[in-house]
């Protein structure tokens, strides 16, 4: 199970930190990542982390803007963004794959958590 939170109203400019707890992943070894889904777009792919935490992998729209790690002994994944942009505003979801490699592939991740809304203002 994938349980998001930490998403907020914000103003341009400003930084929030996305947390998700994980729990349940088979063999306890489980790649993470961040997906978003603006209103009237696709889900897309934001940033992904190896079970290790040694992997990160970024969409370019957030190379330099936005941090994922992990903390395995809390099972807690986080998505740090700083600088956010009004065209940040989506529902950010977080993800979870089988595997301990981390993938930008939405249909690679099998377990999703419900999301949590980011909304930035102008």
């Known amino acids: 199970q994938l349980q998001a939170s930490g998403g907020g109203l914000v103003q341009a400019g400003g930084s929030l930190r996305l947390s998700c707890t994980v729990s349940?992943?088979?063999?306890?070894?489980?790649?993470n990542a961040w997906f978003r889904q603006a209103p009237g777009k696709e889900r897309e792919f934001v940033a992904a982390v190896s079970w290790t935490g040694g992997r990160r992998n970024y969409a370019d729209f957030v190379k330099g803007r936005f941090g994922i790690s992990r903390d395995n002994a809390k099972n807690m994944v986080f998505l740090q963004m700083n600088s956010l942009k009004p065209e940040d505003t989506a529902v950010y979801y977080c993800a979870a794959r089988t595997f301990a490699l981390e993938v930008a592939t939405l249909n690679k991740y099998d377990y999703w958590g419900q999301g949590t809304q980011v909304t930035v203002s102008s």
């Open positions: 349940g992943c088979p063999f306890g070894r489980c790649a």
